[in-house]
């Protein structure tokens, strides 16, 4: 690979499709709506800006110019950067692995919920018919026993779509593949809108959003939820941004591209949001109750709460469609981004192509994916994975980048100066600030407080025995390969081999 | 909807969309002055 040209995008619209498609997914459309209703309604804008602009983008910029200048995936970026530093890349790797595993199976459930919507097959009891006659969940969490086809033949698609897409490279998959799921989804989200807030009640499901609560925003547990909802919902932390800046021109206004890529990721929770507790608001409405029974987030807003809602709305099917569909291409533009991660690292340290990398490392996801999570205990092992990988995965690995960047290596400055070099807006003493200070003591803070839930409590009452084994298992496995793969040597003109490849590419003007 | 729901979603909307809309015209005007500077100076 060291000797190979890398691949590039054909344009920076294109980048930033990407990195917008990467960081607008299912979190954006089932946790912030929720997230910003219990955080104070309106005032938890407050938090949630001040959130974006002193972690979200400073830390998008970070893994923007990390991946731009040292021109490489996760580890090999961090490689040469610092050579210890490279276990950090590879923990990263891990935890992509792991998350693109599980990831795939939400969008696979999504996929037969677009069908389901068709003829409300739900029936009266959403719920029931999720737990029990989709997924056919076990009475108790534990390891697999036997698989539910409903979930495994789509769940295989997802994978032969995304591992196609990927196949086709950078410019002519993921480029391409994005250039049409983004507007999609601007599209079937913004119709699906106009129609929740036509609909009955949707006024006083909004008012529910926006009813600013200002004592919310002297609670300090409003604002961990903020940060956290900026730095989950943003892409940054694992290695996903750096992945996609490698294929970036040098000479690209990076600060600017992280301020448009974080903006639209705001843009498009703002909008789910306004559609999200429009629909609630009819549902409260109708069914006589009161929100903040009916409100919810996660798998139970949209697979039990919206199809629910579906079957009781004129034209329901229709809204369905919009709606699963909407997650499913949200989803699939973030799936892409994240198995990325992966085939990068390894085609950077093996020297192997594009095809060969797909087909061996996306279908070693693939197979993990399609033995773990299409089972009757798949739910469980899915929640546990997906709690400890984003607690001690991606919020602990953004913690420790920032302070060896920040404090061990004290590369800020430097890497200031490359964002500098080509961006319309300087970085300013705000960006050091921001990310040597401000995103350590939030991010330290998180860890403390989650850790505290940890001991006080089993995650979700699940038995320990379980917990170890799917959660703290996992968490902890990330960091042990990062660490074991950081041992092994590697050629050495790989990991000098940072500089600008010949330009084959045609100019970029967008 | 309260007079204070819709002032905060007016905010929200504006300050946020209004923000991917200035980041998007600031990125372009970039990109097309730096486009402008290649060409005067002959560089490639």
């Known amino acids: 690979m060291a000797n190979q040209v890398r691949e590039q995008w054909a344009t920076r619209a294109g980048f930033l499709l990407a990195a917008i498609g990467s960081a607008v997914g299912l979190g954006n459309i089932w946790r912030f709506p929720y997230v910003a209703y219990e955080g104070g309604g309106g005032a938890f804008l407050v938090p949630y800006l001040i959130a974006l602009f002193t972690a979200g983008i400073p830390l998008l910029v970070l893994e923007y110019i990390l991946g731009n200048r040292y021109r490489g995936s996760p580890p090999i970026a961090f490689l040469r950067m610092s050579r210890p530093t490279q276990a950090l890349g590879w923990w990263q790797v891990a935890i992509c692995f792991v998350i693109a595993a599980y990831y795939a199976v939400v969008i696979a459930w999504a996929v037969r919920f677009t069908g389901f919507s068709i003829g409300q097959q739900w029936g009266d009891d959403p719920e029931g018919f999720l737990m029990q006659d989709f997924l056919q969940v076990a009475a108790e969490p534990g390891m697999v026993s036997s698989y539910v086809s409903g979930v495994v033949w789509p769940l295989i698609a997802v994978w032969v779509v995304t591992l196609g897409i990927l196949a086709l490279g950078v410019r002519r998959g993921i480029e391409r593949a994005n250039k049409i799921f983004i507007p999609l989804l601007a599209a079937l989200f913004l119709v699906l809108v106009v129609r929740a807030v036509t609909l009955p009640g949707a006024m006083s499901g909004l008012d529910a959003l926006f009813s600013p609560d200002w004592s919310a925003i002297t609670d300090s547990a409003v604002w961990v939820s903020a940060y956290g909802q900026i730095f989950f919902s943003l892409s940054i932390g694992f290695g996903i941004m750096i992945t996609y800046a490698s294929y970036l021109r040098r000479g690209t206004d990076l600060t600017g591209s992280a301020l448009v890529a974080g903006f639209a990721n705001s843009s498009f929770e703002i909008l789910a949001g306004i559609g999200v507790f429009a629909t609630l608001g009819f549902m409260a409405v109708t069914g006589g109750i009161a929100l903040d029974e009916v409100a919810t987030d996660g798998i139970g807003l949209a697979f039990v709460a919206f199809p629910e809602i579906i079957s009781n709305m004129p034209a329901g099917s229709l809204f369905g469609l919009l709606f699963f569909g909407s997650l499913v291409v949200a989803g699939m533009s973030s799936l892409i981004s994240i198995v990325q991660v992966v085939i990068a690292a390894v085609q950077d340290r093996t020297g192997i192509g594009r095809i060969p990398a797909v087909l061996c490392v996306g279908g070693a996801i693939a197979l993990a994916s399609i033995l773990l999570f299409p089972t009757e205990e798949g739910l469980y092992l899915l929640d546990a994975a997906d709690h400890f990988i984003n607690q001690y995965g991606i919020a602990l690995a953004g913690l420790v980048v920032v302070v060896v960047v920040s404090w061990v290596l004290r590369k800020l400055p430097e890497l200031q100066t490359h964002a500098d070099e080509a961006s319309a807006i300087r970085l300013g003493w705000w960006w050091p600030v921001t990310l040597g200070v401000i995103t350590p003591l939030v991010l330290g803070w998180m860890m403390w407080d989650s850790l505290r839930s940890e001991i006080a409590e089993n995650y979700e009452d699940y038995p320990t025995s379980f917990l170890l084994s799917a959660g703290w298992a996992v968490a902890i496995g990330a960091v042990v390969f990062g660490v074991i793969m950081s041992f092994l040597p590697w050629k050495r003109a790989t990991t000098e081999s940072a500089e600008e490849p010949a330009d084959e590419t045609p100019k970029v003007s967008r | ?44």
């Open chain 2, 1 to 44: 909807m309260s007079t204070s729901a819709i002032i905060m979603m007016i905010i929200a909307i504006t300050l946020i969309w209004g923000g991917l809309a200035a980041s998007i015209v600031l990125l372009r005007r970039h990109i097309q002055r730096a486009a402008q500077d290649t060409d005067s100076t002959g560089a490639p």
